[in-house]
């Protein structure tokens, strides 16, 4: 059976992740949702994640400002601040396993996805590094992302897809796409499997060196 793990990230979106989580609960579906930290600056946005917690999902981060990728910056602090900062901001709505999705860049895997020093830190804080296998791109290609998810669904034994709970995204198309899944019965997990997660625990998981800056 195709196994799928659905991850949106961007968000929190007053107005949008509301929706969301409407047609995730119509479909009994559990999810996570890789939250912005400067979002969080916004008391509606921030008051979402009571919500996303309550239906069950989890909740991790995606950055402080998702702005330059970790291996692209050579900040002093940068990796404290965009890895540290939102993680103190979501406190006790953190999934127990300290749940982090590094900013890719249009959902690009590449050596900018991590410095030296980012790895560091993630093993020291027992962050789970979450990466993905499917981009199929909700946000900028609203006629043929569900499509070319299905077609990664397919081509793969389990799918690890990024969506984005952001105006004009996913949430327009979500109730087909969770339709058909349920149609072809592709089983929807919370769950990741090993070869999306980075470090865990305090250990390299799936550490590809092409995906650290300055390694390969
Ligand atoms: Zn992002």
């Known amino acids: 059976m195709k196994r799928i793990s659905l991850s949106f990230d961007n968000g929190p979106t007053p107005g949008v992740t509301e929706q969301v989580l409407a047609t995730l609960r119509r479909h009994d579906v559990k999810a996570t949702f890789f939250v912005v930290g400067s979002n969080l600056r916004d008391p ?5 994640l009571d919500a996303i917690a309550a239906d069950g999902h989890w909740i991790g981060t995606h950055t402080l400002t998702h702005s330059v990728a970790l291996g692209e910056s050579d900040e002093p602090g940068y990796v404290e601040r965009e890895i540290g900062e939102p993680q103190t901001m979501i406190g006790a709505h953190s999934h127990v396993e300290k749940l982090f999705r590094p900013y890719g860049n249009l959902g690009i895997l590449g050596p900018h996805l991590f410095s030296e020093h980012a790895v560091d830190y993630l093993l020291a804080h027992k962050q789970t590094s979450v990466l993905w296998n499917s981009v199929p791109h909700d946000w900028d290609d609203p006629a043929n992302w569900v499509d070319r998810l299905l077609a990664d669904v397919d081509a793969q034994d389990w799918t ?57």
């Not at 690890?160 to 796409?177: C, M, Y």
């Not at 089983?187 to 625990?201: G, H, K, N, W, Y």
């Open 44 to 48: 509606r946005a921030a008051a979402l």
């Open 160 to 216: 690890v897809a990024v969506l984005h709970d952001i105006e004009g995204a996913a949430v327009l198309r979500l109730h087909e796409l969770l339709t058909r899944l349920k149609a072809q019965h592709v089983e929807i997990t919370q769950a990741f499997p090993d070869a999306v997660i980075a470090t865990r625990a305090g250990a390299p998981v799936s550490l590809n060196d092409a995906y650290v800056m300055g390694r390969a």
